[in-house]
């Protein structure tokens, strides 16, 4: 009988693994054992590893963590690392994890859970994409700005369906959707 290996699990250890090879910094810490919520701003962020007191060492993530399902990977000036999955943005500060979701009663949250692309422009500023529009990580108030998505805008994505994201040194946003591509001025 052959052992049953899951291909997010895979995937996710390589990429670790490569980060661990290129930056010499361990990524996690100890198995996720518990789930804290805390409020920051006006979005909800799980702390979901705590209480370390020795330096961060890669173990394992368990079979049933649920943000198995990485699409992008990204570290920020500030050095945390942001992985995109399927089901949430998750912001790792070197001890512990962070997951972002839509909340439909917060209009800061993530426009959608399904994160398929970061970036970050020349000013810092940190772009999310989804499968439900363009997201603007607010860092003062640990929130969500959506955007091109109200007619108010005067940047309308031609489609909420962001695929890819790339800024020039001119500070343009080119956002690629599956109905083109748009460019906004950061």
């Given at each position: 009988m052959k052992p049953i290996i899951n291909r997010n699990i895979i995937v996710l250890t390589l990429t670790l693994l490569?980060?661990?090879?290129?930056t010499n910094q361990y990524c996690f810490s100890l198995p996720v054992s518990?789930?804290?919520?805390?409020?920051?701003g006006s979005s909800t962020a799980k702390n979901l590893v705590s209480g370390m007191e020795k330096e961060p060492v890669f173990q394992?993530?368990?079979a049933n963590f649920d943000y198995n399902?990485?699409?992008?990977?990204?570290?920020?000036?500030k050095g945390y690392m942001w992985f995109g999955t399927i089901d949430g943005l998750i912001r790792y500060d070197g001890i512990?994890?962070?997951?972002y979701e839509k909340n439909p009663d917060d209009s800061a949250s993530l426009s959608h859970n399904s994160v398929n692309v970061l970036v970050e422009d020349e000013?810092?500023?940190?772009w999310i994409g989804t499968s439900e529009g363009l997201n603007l990580y607010n860092r003062d108030m640990d929130n969500f700005?959506?955007?091109g998505s109200t007619n108010a805008d005067l940047f309308r994505l031609k489609d909420s369906y962001i695929s890819t994201l790339c800024s020039d040194k001119k500070n343009l946003l080119w956002v690629g959707t599956f109905d083109g591509v748009n460019v906004y001025s950061a």
């Open positions: 490569f980060i661990v090879s290129v518990e789930d804290i919520t805390q409020q920051t394992s993530l368990p399902g990485v699409t992008c990977i990204l570290k920020d000036y512990n994890l962070y997951v000013k810092r500023n940190l700005i959506h955007v």
